[in-house]
């Protein structure tokens, strides 16, 4: 089975699945088996942040052994970062936040980046650079699907993917949205059921999670 985001190509990361699962890995031993029931439930977008010592591995043991995965890294708050993960085999990039060192880098790095913003005027700056494609983080802090579609109004040239706060319910409501194409979360990933590696129910959790194309998102 063939990655749906291949190397060479540019295609939007918000048009893979209506929601991006935000992994949080303590031990790298987990991602292959967690990477595979994901995809097996229809999420091949995989964002593994850089929270943990594992986080590195568990992206090149994702990209090396799962290539039906796409695999990506979070949390990437510095150049330096963008370095490492590309090179561990991160197929695109997201960041809570910006700054011109950051983006310079992401740009720089040839792979799909969602860049952080939560207000307006960061939402302008970015597409003053011709940055389409946005984070919005955090979500439901930050104003939640009302400010969202506030923006969609006089910026309908921005795509988001809100993460932060966003659960199973909250999902269909954000994936209205004209302006939103997937969101971020962590629902699928329980730290009990990772814990326990218990990949059925996380594969199931994905399931339903992938299910809500179908519940009034604009996902393509």
Do not use: H
Request: glycine share 12%.
């Amino acid at each position: 089975m063939t990655s749906p985001l291949p190397r060479s190509a540019d295609p939007s990361l918000l048009d893979l699945a209506p929601v991006l699962p935000v992994v949080v890995l303590a031990d790298a031993a987990d991602a292959v088996p967690l990477a595979r029931a994901l995809v097996a439930g229809g999420l091949p977008a995989i964002e593994v942040t850089l929270r943990t010592p594992a986080a590195l591995e568990a992206i090149r043991a994702i990209a090396g052994e799962v290539p039906e995965a796409v695999v990506g890294a979070g949390t990437v708050v510095s150049p330096e970062q963008v370095g490492a993960v590309t090179a561990a085999g991160a197929r695109f990039l997201v960041s809570p936040g910006w700054t011109e060192s950051l983006l310079t880098a992401m740009r720089a790095s040839g792979v799909p980046y969602l860049p952080g913003v939560s207000t307006a005027s960061e939402v302008v700056a970015l597409l003053e650079r011709g940055v389409r494609e946005m984070k919005f983080f955090p979500a439901q802090a930050a104003g939640g699907t009302a400010y969202l579609r506030s923006l969609a109004g006089p910026l309908p040239q921005a795509r988001f993917c809100p993460t932060g706060g966003i659960g199973p319910t909250t999902a269909p409501e954000y994936l209205s949205l004209p302006n939103v194409g997937c969101v971020g979360g962590s629902w699928m990933v329980p730290a009990e059921a990772v814990a326990a590696r218990d990949w059925g129910r996380i594969e199931e959790l994905a399931g339903a999670a992938a299910g809500l194309r179908g519940a009034g998102g604009t996902c393509r």
